[in-house]
């Protein structure tokens, strides 16, 4: 029989409802899980156990009076530790906002709580999200080997078990990147589908928060409690909010789907995740989808004005912190707030009017072939050992693994478009593989159909890292 | 002083790049300097690649709303 904290949390829900588990049961079990993996893996930076019991045993008696509030209902979760949970401590993962706790919940924090979320903990983050310091947590499917990130801790506890599932944030791939490295589902939602207020800002126009979960139900499920308008952010979109859930099992026939080579499969795409991305391309052909090549020379755009954004963008939202407290930044984060104070303000209305006419070649594709949806690799290659990530490949000397990994990754923040990794496989050596889903702006019911079409098919979302358990 | 402006393709050095960071109030450490250096090359060097890019008049991507949060738009 299946442990309480392996199952999903579609499972974990059905069986709350039918009373065969309480929701206090899964915290245990999900504390439990903890205890064994923590010690190894550091996926939380901040445990809740005391208020997620009482959340727990808040959700029980509801349940036990008639009232199951969503599919969430006392279901344990992770918080990426730069999402404000009111009372807990919010420090980023940076040794400057030590002990910093905030007197209220971000906006997603509330839904979920309002969804009957339980929240366990806040999982740890690369430094303000930048991605670049040293790691806060450990890949549970090969030790010493890069997890991902910035979302690291979100995506190494759903992948270990220790949470059911996850909040992360994607600013250039935080989502996507630690979803892939870790056999994750992974959804970054349309720029302003999900609320970020209360979320610790890396770049306000490229900033979305969304779920990480092992299956397409469990992300369906978790974006329906956070996605709507929020008033409080100025970057929200007031658009309607469908049943992600509805049209799941619908299929992909007739459904079309782009496939651009040139930049997307490049030559530093690895062969092991090329044989695995062409492999789920035609399965999906196979299960009716119409697939089409397209040509898109302005990819090779997006990484430049990405950058550009997020690090003016950063370094104006750290300009205060990083005077009075830079020296508790790691040098890394530091020297990205450092650079973004001194790109010129030419260069960043430059890279914002590129965007605009980025979005609208990317509106013009879709329409010129009746896109659907796009398809590539979430990552160019597997995780590598962490020390090599800033070395030049052996397979492709001109990039480094780090170069590699942002290849893929910030072409979805600069046009806003919906975009969802799913695993689809593992390299030679078991590591986790995933490919990227890209869909029209709002229409994240799309992907997740396609998404579930093809996890109908495999088994790869089943699957457990074999993490080393402690004593 | 000379009123010769920098050829545009002049990459910067730690020198410029620790006078620009004075001009501005930033502290940099000594040890950022050189990794600094080398990634403002590194963004201008992106930034000529984009110029590649036909701009024509297009605005940037800004959105900003002049409304009054909390005030009814038909009150008198």
Same mark, same amino acid.
Request: glycine share 10%; charged share 25%.
């Given at each position: 029989m299946t442990a309480l904290h392996e199952l999903t949390i579609k499972e974990a829900g059905d069986r709350l409802r039918a009373g065969e588990v309480s929701s206090v049961d899964l915290l245990e079990a999900t504390l439990r899980r903890i205890e064994e993996t923590e010690p190894v893996?550091?996926?939380?930076?901040?445990?809740?156990a005391e208020p997620a019991h009482r959340a727990a045993e808040q959700a029980d008696r509801e349940m036990a009076q008639g009232?199951? =509030? +969503?599919?969430?209902?006392g279901i344990p979760l992770g918080i990426k530790d730069i999402i404000y949970v009111k009372?807990?401590?919010?420090? +980023?993962?940076s040794r400057a906002l030590a002990g910093f706790v905030p007197d209220f919940d971000a906006t997603v924090v509330e839904r979920i709580r309002s969804a009957g979320g339980v929240i366990v903990g806040k999982t740890a983050t690369h430094e303000f999200a930048?991605? *670049?310091?040293?790691?806060p947590a450990v890949n549970p499917w090969k030790l010493g080997y890069m997890p991902g990130g910035s979302s690291i801790g979100s995506g190494v506890a759903v992948s270990a078990r220790s949470a059911f599932g996850a909040l992360g944030t994607d600013t250039g791939g935080s989502i996507r990147f630690p979803s892939a490295m870790n056999g994750l589902v992974g959804l970054k939602p @349309?720029?302003?589908? *999900? #609320?970020?207020?209360g979320v610790v800002s890396l770049a306000w126009s490229l900033d979305h928060v969304g779920p990480m979960t092992r299956t397409v139900e469990d992300c369906a499920i978790m974006l329906q409690a956070i996605a709507g308008h929020d008033? =409080?952010?100025?970057?929200s979109v007031d658009h309607p909010v469908p049943?992600? =859930?509805? #049209?799941?099992?619908? #299929?992909?026939?007739?459904l079309v789907i782009g496939v651009e080579r040139d930049?997307? %499969?490049?030559?530093?795409?690895s062969t092991d995740v090329r044989e695995a991305v062409d492999a789920a391309i035609g399965e999906l052909e196979r299960l009716g989808a119409r697939i089409v090549e397209v040509r898109f020379p302005? %990819?090779?755009?997006m990484t430049a004005v990405g950058m550009t954004i997020m690090l003016s963008e950063g370094s104006a939202y750290h300009r205060g912190l990083v005077r009075q407290r830079?020296?508790? %930044?790691?040098r890394y984060t530091r020297l990205q707030v450092e650079l973004g104070e001194l790109i010129p303000s030419t260069h960043y209305v430059m890279a914002q009017r590129a965007r605009r006419v980025l979005r609208d070649a990317m509106a013009g594709l879709f329409r010129e072939h009746r896109l659907d949806a796009m398809l590539w690799p979430? @990552?160019?290659l597997p995780s590598v050992p962490?020390?090599? *990530?800033?070395?030049?490949?052996?397979?492709?000397? +001109?990039?480094?693994p780090s170069q590699s990994y942002d290849h893929n990754s910030f072409d979805v923040n600069v046009t806003g478009q919906p975009a969802m990794s799913l695993p689809c496989g593992f390299s030679r050596d078991g590591l986790p593989i995933g490919f990227q889903l890209v869909g029209r702006p709002f229409e994240e019911a799309a992907l997740l159909r396609i998404a579930r079409a093809y996890e109908r098919e495999h088994d790869w979302f089943t699957r457990q890292p074999p993490v080393p358990v402690s004593a | 002083m000379t009123d010769t402006p920098l050829d545009p393709e002049d990459d910067p050095t730690p020198e410029t790049v620790q006078a620009l960071a004075r001009v501005i109030g930033l502290p940099v450490p000594p040890e950022d300097l050189d990794d600094l250096t080398d990634d403002l090359r590194e963004h201008f060097a992106s930034i000529r690649a984009l110029? $590649?890019? $036909?701009?024509?008049d297009v605005s940037p991507g800004f959105r900003f709303d002049p409304r009054w949060e909390g005030i009814d738009d038909g009150a008198t």
């Amino acid at each position: 029989m299946t442990a309480l904290h392996e199952l999903t949390i579609k499972e974990a829900g059905d069986r709350l409802r039918a009373g065969e588990v309480s929701s206090v049961d899964l915290l245990e079990a999900t504390l439990r899980r903890i205890e064994e993996t923590e010690p190894v893996l550091h996926a939380y930076a901040h445990l809740l156990a005391e208020p997620a019991h009482r959340a727990a045993e808040q959700a029980d008696r509801e349940m036990a009076q008639g009232r199951i =509030r +969503s599919p969430l209902h006392g279901i344990p979760l992770g918080i990426k530790d730069i999402i404000y949970v009111k009372g807990a401590p919010n420090e +980023s993962g940076s040794r400057a906002l030590a002990g910093f706790v905030p007197d209220f919940d971000a906006t997603v924090v509330e839904r979920i709580r309002s969804a009957g979320g339980v929240i366990v903990g806040k999982t740890a983050t690369h430094e303000f999200a930048y991605g *670049v310091n040293k790691l806060p947590a450990v890949n549970p499917w090969k030790l010493g080997y890069m997890p991902g990130g910035s979302s690291i801790g979100s995506g190494v506890a759903v992948s270990a078990r220790s949470a059911f599932g996850a909040l992360g944030t994607d600013t250039g791939g935080s989502i996507r990147f630690p979803s892939a490295m870790n056999g994750l589902v992974g959804l970054k939602p @349309t720029y302003g589908r *999900v #609320g970020r207020h209360g979320v610790v800002s890396l770049a306000w126009s490229l900033d979305h928060v969304g779920p990480m979960t092992r299956t397409v139900e469990d992300c369906a499920i978790m974006l329906q409690a956070i996605a709507g308008h929020d008033p =409080r952010d100025p970057g929200s979109v007031d658009h309607p909010v469908p049943d992600y =859930r509805a #049209g799941l099992e619908s #299929g992909v026939e007739g459904l079309v789907i782009g496939v651009e080579r040139d930049y997307c %499969f490049y030559d530093g795409v690895s062969t092991d995740v090329r044989e695995a991305v062409d492999a789920a391309i035609g399965e999906l052909e196979r299960l009716g989808a119409r697939i089409v090549e397209v040509r898109f020379p302005q %990819f090779k755009y997006m990484t430049a004005v990405g950058m550009t954004i997020m690090l003016s963008e950063g370094s104006a939202y750290h300009r205060g912190l990083v005077r009075q407290r830079g020296a508790d %930044f790691d040098r890394y984060t530091r020297l990205q707030v450092e650079l973004g104070e001194l790109i010129p303000s030419t260069h960043y209305v430059m890279a914002q009017r590129a965007r605009r006419v980025l979005r609208d070649a990317m509106a013009g594709l879709f329409r010129e072939h009746r896109l659907d949806a796009m398809l590539w690799p979430s @990552t160019p290659l597997p995780s590598v050992p962490y020390p090599s *990530v800033n070395d030049p490949r052996p397979d492709y000397p +001109s990039e480094t693994p780090s170069q590699s990994y942002d290849h893929n990754s910030f072409d979805v923040n600069v046009t806003g478009q919906p975009a969802m990794s799913l695993p689809c496989g593992f390299s030679r050596d078991g590591l986790p593989i995933g490919f990227q889903l890209v869909g029209r702006p709002f229409e994240e019911a799309a992907l997740l159909r396609i998404a579930r079409a093809y996890e109908r098919e495999h088994d790869w979302f089943t699957r457990q890292p074999p993490v080393p358990v402690s004593a | 002083m000379t009123d010769t402006p920098l050829d545009p393709e002049d990459d910067p050095t730690p020198e410029t790049v620790q006078a620009l960071a004075r001009v501005i109030g930033l502290p940099v450490p000594p040890e950022d300097l050189d990794d600094l250096t080398d990634d403002l090359r590194e963004h201008f060097a992106s930034i000529r690649a984009l110029e $590649d890019l $036909d701009l024509g008049d297009v605005s940037p991507g800004f959105r900003f709303d002049p409304r009054w949060e909390g005030i009814d738009d038909g009150a008198t």
